[in-house]
């Protein structure tokens, strides 16, 4: 080492004596500065950078300065400096110029996202070409293609030379093939066999289904997940010995094949011995106890541990110790195979939010946001109502992204800012639209519709909708905070015309206009009791051909009713997303009843629930729906109107079966009966009834190659249901069935999709019927630009 530094300090002397000989010891004062060797730079570009102009008494230390600045702009390859007479005689070697940057070879990685992470390290067409820059991006290109486990790429590079002092750079790229992971062996394992473990493998070898997952693919960084999802399992079941040796990774000769062997120690089983509580017990030690739930002679389990760890903490975090720490001693008794567990539990400092932070809501109003909130400024840390806040503002459906930071104050250990970003989302249209839906045709529409009206949290919607099958205009507004402790007010006027006959219905036509009020009082931060009270006037046009039963209800009821309804729905919802979910529960039961004053009078109780579980964190779910449905008459009226009466079928309910298809039929018109009628129809169209049972189970995942699961999600699902008439008209039909058989129930199963565009909902579904049975009508494909199932 002391020979080198020699040799260096000798180089250095050698290089001053010849710059000192080459330019003079004597200071001098500049009258001229002379350029050679420029060919692509302009004379003040070597000015600038040299830092020496015209006039200057310079040394030669100013000399060596000059030198130094010019090489470090990168622009020269060799710089020599002399003197001659009162002349300074500049003379430079430039690096040549990219001229022309090519790339080929390359599939996987675009050349256009190649070129753009080149340029970034200064290889790009135009700028000064440097070797070892040229040589670093090659070894960092073959990273990237290791990365995606191609251990086979290869990336060769050559250099033309040009004219005007320029090169032409060429990458060549053998990208390879994608080495797949061919056999994963643990070694060392007695108590439970490589397929049980491997089971908890992110990792696999090659199946049909790795073209889609890509678990075939090696990874460091997955390996080492894999292996502390190893180590959990035995831990977490009494193996407290348990060890990873060694993990040994090879790849075949010709780069295709990868082979991982894990060499584990699994020692003995263990049971819990004493368990035991220490440290500040702020809440009390009673209390505490009962959040701990291993006990003696339990096995051994970490995850059990940390169950209790977490329950600890959220506790304290209930009660303002945001930063509480809960530390787990082990005592491991090797001969008696036990562990004694000590949990020392610190809860540091109670601490009190100072303020509570927005960002990213450009649209909506920070007071929409902050009414949201259930932990409050300048109280104390409650982390249950921290997550409460941020649930509530996740079902706003405004937003595709919540997110809640903690961030303690500096120098104030006993402060906390809450600081929630949030990524807005469309939550509304406004302008003239076309769409389709199966069973109603195209639809032909002028919507403005906000749920978050210029920010302010209130929801509003004007709508003039044309299809086949409806016409709809209507004007609603709902204010969620009419009163600031969250009584919520509405309002909507309507005019609907609905032509049943294109649904396969009935030949008929409906029209509806009216208007209500509601008002929705919060029960709790999760569920509120709702009141709507209201008036319509229905009327009804027959066609050429209804149904006999329609017929006879006209004929003895009118066919315009005025209706004052009043209706009470209890409404629970604990789902974590408001379009989108994937967790939570959704839960509405409604009673509407014509009230007296009214031309008919009548009722309808109904209840819609579902569920959701979450399968991991990427987007995976279990939802199990149900809508259920039952109505009658009231006073004098004996039944449910014909025109109230449920229909199931259709995209939204029993898919797989055409819309209001499923359910009773009716008795086509007779010409020459007293049911006056042409007879162009002898089809037993659906009459619907006054009970619905209607269920469905839904597997969700995530769209194969789609990242945004915000917005895009399949699903493979199973309907259920029929619709029953407990009231059938006997007198028309008197085989007419009234009874409930859930033998009767029609099955479908399908899979879907939905797209949330950023103009309306879209979603298609291919389904199935299971059991269609007679008058049934089967639709394999359906469609619909603007709702959800």
Request: hydrophobic share 35%.
């Amino acid at each position: 080492m002391k020979r080198i530094v020699n040799k260096m300090a000798f180089a250095a002397c050698l290089s001053m004596s010849l710059l000192a000989a080459s330019v003079q010891a004597a200071t001098f004062k500049v009258s001229d500065i002379k350029l050679e060797g420029l060919q692509r730079l302009s004379p003040g570009t070597v000015f600038s950078t040299m830092g020496v102009e015209v006039g200057d008494t310079i040394d030669d230390s100013d000399v060596a300065q000059a030198i130094r600045r010019l090489f470090a702009s990168g622009n020269y390859q060799d710089v020599e400096v002399s003197r001659q007479g009162k002349v300074l005689l500049v003379q430079v070697k430039e690096r040549p110029a990219i001229s022309v940057l090519n790339i080929e070879g390359n599939k996987v990685i675009k050349t256009e996202v190649l070129e753009a992470g080149l340029k970034k390290q200064g290889l790009a067409e135009g700028e000064i070409f440097q070797r070892a820059t040229l040589d670093r991006i090659q070894a960092e290109l073959e990273r990237q293609y290791i990365a995606q486990g191609r251990y086979g790429a290869k990336v060769k590079t050559d250099v033309e030379e040009a004219s005007n002092n320029r090169v032409r750079v060429n990458i060549h790229i053998q990208e390879g093939v994608v080495s797949k992971i061919t056999h994963i062996n643990i070694v060392g394992n007695k108590h439970f066999d490589n397929e049980t473990l491997l089971k908890q493998f992110e990792l696999n070898t090659s199946n049909w289904l790795s073209y889609f997952t890509d678990d075939d693919k090696y990874s460091r960084e997955k390996l080492s997940g894999d292996l502390e999802r190893l180590r959990s399992y035995y831990q977490d079941r009494g193996y407290v010995n348990f060890a990873i040796n060694s993990t040994q990774v090879s790849i075949s000769d010709d780069k295709k094949s990868v082979y991982i062997t894990i060499n584990v120690s699994e020692g003995e089983q263990f049971h819990i011995g004493k368990v035991a509580l220490e440290g500040e017990l702020v809440i009390g030690e009673d209390e505490m106890s009962k959040l701990v739930e291993v006990n003696q002679g339990d096995l051994f389990s970490r995850k059990a541990v940390n169950d209790d760890i977490e329950r600890i903490k959220k506790r304290l975090g209930h009660d303002g110790f945001a930063f509480a720490n809960v530390n787990p001693v082990p005592t491991i008794h090797d001969d008696e195979k036990t562990v004694d567990l000590t949990y020392f539990v610190d809860p540091q400092t109670r601490t009190y939010v100072r303020r509570i932070n927005f960002t990213g809501n450009t649209a909506t109003a920070d007071e929409v946001l902050r009414r949201e909130m259930r932990q409050m400024e300048a109280a104390p840390v409650n982390t249950d109502q921290i997550d409460q806040s941020k649930k509530r503002l996740e079902r706003l459906g405004y937003f595709s992204d919540v997110n809640m930071e903690m961030k303690p104050v500096p120098n104030t250990p006993d402060q906390v800012d809450l600081n929630y970003s949030v990524t807005e989302q469309p939550s509304g249209a406004l302008g003239a639209s076309i769409g389709f839906a199966q069973g109603e045709g195209l639809i032909f529409g002028l919507d403005v519709s906000q749920k978050n009206f210029l920010g302010s949290g209130n929801q509003v919607s004007f709508s003039l909708t044309r299809s086949q099958v409806r016409t709809d205009y209507s004007l609603n507004f709902l204010d969620p905070y009419y009163t600031v402790d969250g009584v919520s007010r509405g309002f909507e006027v309507y005019y609907r015309k609905t032509d049943y006959d294109e649904e396969d219905v009935s030949d008929y036509q409906m029209s509806q206009y009216g208007a209500n009020m509601t008002l929705g009082y919060p029960l709790s931060d999760d569920s509120k009791l709702s009141g709507t009270i209201g008036y319509q006037n229905v009327g009804i046009e027959l066609g050429p051909s209804p149904i006999r039963e329609i017929i006879n209800y006209v004929n003895e009821n009118g066919d315009s009713y005025n209706e004052f309804l009043g209706s009470v729905a209890w409404t629970s919802n604990k789902l974590n997303n408001g379009l989108m979910p994937t967790d939570g529960s959704y839960q509405k039961v409604n009673l509407q009843v014509a009230l007296p004053g009214s031309s008919l009078e009548y009722y309808e109780l109904s209840y819609k629930g579902d569920i959701y579980w979450p399968l991991g964190d990427k987007g995976y779910a279990i939802h199990l729906g149900t809508d259920l449905g039952y109505g009658d008459g009231l006073g004098s009226e004996d039944k449910l109107p014909f025109y109230e009466n449920y229909y199931l079928g259709g995209i939204t309910s029993l898919r797989g079966f055409k819309t209001g298809s499923v359910g009773p039929k009716g008795t086509p018109c007779i010409v020459g009966t007293d049911t006056p009628c042409d007879g162009s129809s002898t089809d037993s169209n659906s009459i619907g009834g006054n009970v619905k049972i209607a269920g469905s189970a839904e597997f969700i995942f995530p769209f194969p190659f789609f990242e945004d699961k915000s917005s895009l999600r399949s699903l493979v699902f199973m309907d259920a249901g029929n619709v029953y008439d407990t009231k059938c008209d006997t007198t028309v039909d008197a085989t007419c069935n009234s009874d409930i058989d859930l033998g009767d129930i029609r099955y479908s199963t399908g899979v879907g999709v939905v797209w949330l565009t950023r103009f309306a909902p879209l979603s298609f579904v291919i389904a199935q019927p299971l059991n269609e049975q007679d008058g049934d009508r089967k639709q394999s494909f359906q469609f619909s630009l603007g709702q959800t199932f």
